[in-house]
């Protein structure tokens, strides 16, 4: 995506992980972005098909964006690599 990327394998529970580099700035930056990105992850982990271990990495260019942003374009990725059903649909409050 523009601003995640994700890797991911099977496993034998539900894992995620996110990795932010210092290239994101200070760790106050770096750990916002961890904990915006840690409830991303946590609306979308009951909708996901299968147990995975999966690795979020945001890109330099999500400093800028909003967790709105995040939460769709990881929507995308999950689907996209097979990891949630496609025809979920997902409401945030």
Excluded at 16 to 28: E, F, P, S
């Amino acid at each position: 995506g523009k601003t995640l990327d994700i890797r991911y394998r099977r496993a034998e529970q539900v894992r995620m992980a996110i990795l932010v580099g210092r290239k994101h700035g200070n760790a106050v930056r770096r750990n916002r972005i961890k904990r915006r990105l840690r409830e991303v992850w946590r609306k979308k982990r009951p909708y996901l098909s299968g147990t995975w271990e999966v690795l979020i990495l945001p890109q330099r260019t999500a400093r800028n964006g909003s967790v709105s942003q995040w939460d769709e374009e990881l929507s995308d990725l999950l689907k996209s690599a097979g990891l949630m059903e496609r025809n979920m649909v997902l409401r945030s409050p």
